[in-house]
């Protein structure tokens, strides 16, 4: 499928608040200048990738706001300022949104003069959480009120400077995106809690003309095997498996010929480094070692294709993790919670929904179907009975109405090698 990808939980709760109006802010100051090129890695590591992708397409599509002009901005809840340079992602400064223990939220908006048009476009936004270690960024478009809105709502952890490809994970009302009359940011700390985010370079990208849905599978659990991959080849949906590499060929886990069985049949073969510890938790020369280990393993037993894509261990990523993997992947898979747009602007760091629970997971690929967005599932165990995961009737469930759907099924290499990757 034609997709703008590079290789590629929240809730509103009070609406109330005057909404002044704003004039539009000027187009300045779109990404560093050593953050963004052609993302070339000078290297002889014959494991690294050609390019850092989230160098090469962390600037892609056009920038809404640069944050330059915050006097456009009003607050709701918390309070609103501008950093220095020295703090700034891009141009001058950067928005720092900070809630106080007795705040909730930090929560700002911006309303506009004329509406935008925003129906053939996904939005990013640059943030930087520095407290708490992880929260959910929450973005409200209401189009062209807060009766009908999109809730655009991904979890992040605390690991720097990060670019968020947002997707509603709800919809109130029926929003035109055609008529967007103001956007709202907020970080939904809870009662009693501190919380500082920074946000910078708001930016669109250009909206795919279809829709498409990712099924992964952590752990290589022999139920993906067994259970999964039946289901599956009846209904023509390929998958993706975060593989273990020293848990092959255990009682519990797939053995490396059924791995490949699922390989010619389509299927993905990915790097999933998990290790006793996060990466949050790894020193840069442990991050290093793992991706290379498991990477190298997958090249070895001619997995080449998966290799080149990664799902996070735990969903947990620092910043030195991240900078580590977009040197040895084009793509990884994190948490985050919510659908995204194709045209992902940090491709390291994409967004997965929980596939445990049937109508959660359904509901998420009819957004995908409706919005022309990405949707990818995360499995794990399928039908065991006895642990916390999806049962065989519940994974019928997803799988059936996948097929049905006005979407396509894919993996990372179809992502990746499609004709816009």
Same mark, same amino acid.
């Given at each position: 499928m034609a997709l703008g990808v590079a290789g590629v939980s929240g809730c509103v709760e009070s609406d109330s608040g005057p909404s002044p109006g704003t004039t539009d802010a000027p187009a300045t100051g779109s990404r560093p200048a050593d953050s963004c090129g052609d993302g070339a890695l000078d290297t002889d590591d014959p494991l690294a990738v050609e390019y850092d992708a989230r160098r090469r397409f962390g600037c892609?599509?056009? *920038?809404?706001? +640069?944050?330059?002009?915050?006097? #456009?901005?009003?607050? /709701?809840? +918390?309070?609103?300022?501008?950093?220095?340079?020295?703090r700034a992602y891009a141009g001058t400064q950067?928005?720092?949104l900070t809630a106080a223990a007795g705040d909730g939220r930090a929560w700002v908006y911006r309303e506009f003069?004329?509406?935008? $048009?925003? &129906?053939?476009?996904?939005? !990013?936004?640059?943030?930087?959480?520095?407290?708490?270690?992880?929260?959910?960024? =929450?973005?409200?478009?209401?189009?062209?009120?807060?009766?009908?809105?999109?809730?655009?709502?991904?979890?992040?952890?605390s690991a +720097?400077?990060?670019?968020?490809?947002? +997707?509603?994970?709800?919809?109130?009302?029926?929003?035109?995106? !055609?008529? =967007?009359?103001?956007? @709202?940011?907020?970080?939904? #700390?809870?009662?009693?809690?501190?919380?500082?985010? *920074?946000?910078?370079?708001?930016?669109?990208?250009?909206? &795919?003309?279809?829709?498409?849905?990712?099924?992964?599978?952590?752990?290589?659990?022999?139920t993906q095997y067994d259970t999964a991959f039946p289901v599956m080849e009846r209904y023509g949906v390929p998958g993706t498996v975060g593989v273990i590499h020293r848990a092959v060929d255990y009682a519990t886990t797939m053995s490396l010929a059924e791995m490949r069985e699922l390989q010619s049949a389509g299927w993905d073969m990915a790097s999933h480094p998990q290790l006793e510890r996060s990466f @949050?938790?790894? &020193?840069?020369?442990? !991050?290093? !070692?793992?991706?290379?280990?498991?990477? %190298?393993w997958l090249v070895?037993?001619?997995?080449? $294709?998966?290799? %080149?894509f990664l799902v996070w261990p735990f969903g947990k990523y620092d910043a030195d993790a991240v900078e580590t993997a977009a040197r040895y992947h084009y793509l990884g898979f994190a948490g985050g919670g919510c659908p995204v747009g194709t045209g992902v602007t940090d491709p390291l760091l994409v967004s @997965?929904?929980?596939?445990?629970?049937?109508? @959660?997971?359904?509901?998420?690929?009819?957004?995908?179907?409706? /919005?022309?967005?990405?949707?990818? #599932?995360r499995l794990h165990t399928i039908g065991v009975g006895d642990d916390k995961y999806v049962s065989t009737a519940g994974f019928e469930r997803i799988v059936e109405p996948l097929a049905d759907a006005d979407v396509d099924a894919v993996t990372p290499s179809d992502l990746w090698d499609g004709p816009t990757g």
């Amino acid at each position: 499928m034609a997709l703008g990808v590079a290789g590629v939980s929240g809730c509103v709760e009070s609406d109330s608040g005057p909404s002044p109006g704003t004039t539009d802010a000027p187009a300045t100051g779109s990404r560093p200048a050593d953050s963004c090129g052609d993302g070339a890695l000078d290297t002889d590591d014959p494991l690294a990738v050609e390019y850092d992708a989230r160098r090469r397409f962390g600037c892609r599509g056009d *920038l809404l706001d +640069g944050f330059e002009d915050l006097s #456009v901005w009003e607050t /709701y809840a +918390g309070r609103l300022d501008a950093t220095g340079p020295e703090r700034a992602y891009a141009g001058t400064q950067s928005a720092e949104l900070t809630a106080a223990a007795g705040d909730g939220r930090a929560w700002v908006y911006r309303e506009f003069d004329s509406p935008l $048009d925003l &129906s053939d476009r996904d939005l !990013s936004l640059a943030v930087r959480l520095d407290a708490p270690e992880s929260e959910s960024v =929450v973005v409200q478009v209401l189009a062209p009120d807060r009766e009908n809105q999109f809730v655009l709502s991904k979890g992040v952890w605390s690991a +720097g400077w990060l670019r968020v490809d947002l +997707g509603p994970s709800a919809v109130k009302g029926d929003p035109d995106l !055609s008529e =967007v009359r103001e956007i @709202r940011i907020q970080l939904p #700390v809870g009662e009693g809690a501190e919380g500082r985010l *920074l946000v910078d370079a708001l930016r669109t990208t250009p909206k &795919s003309d279809r829709g498409a849905v990712m099924l992964t599978f952590d752990d290589n659990h022999r139920t993906q095997y067994d259970t999964a991959f039946p289901v599956m080849e009846r209904y023509g949906v390929p998958g993706t498996v975060g593989v273990i590499h020293r848990a092959v060929d255990y009682a519990t886990t797939m053995s490396l010929a059924e791995m490949r069985e699922l390989q010619s049949a389509g299927w993905d073969m990915a790097s999933h480094p998990q290790l006793e510890r996060s990466f @949050r938790q790894l &020193s840069p020369e442990e !991050s290093r !070692s793992a991706f290379r280990e498991s990477k %190298r393993w997958l090249v070895d037993e001619g997995f080449e $294709d998966g290799a %080149r894509f990664l799902v996070w261990p735990f969903g947990k990523y620092d910043a030195d993790a991240v900078e580590t993997a977009a040197r040895y992947h084009y793509l990884g898979f994190a948490g985050g919670g919510c659908p995204v747009g194709t045209g992902v602007t940090d491709p390291l760091l994409v967004s @997965r929904v929980t596939g445990d629970d049937p109508d @959660r997971t359904t509901a998420m690929i009819d957004l995908a179907e409706r /919005y022309n967005l990405l949707t990818v #599932v995360r499995l794990h165990t399928i039908g065991v009975g006895d642990d916390k995961y999806v049962s065989t009737a519940g994974f019928e469930r997803i799988v059936e109405p996948l097929a049905d759907a006005d979407v396509d099924a894919v993996t990372p290499s179809d992502l990746w090698d499609g004709p816009t990757g």
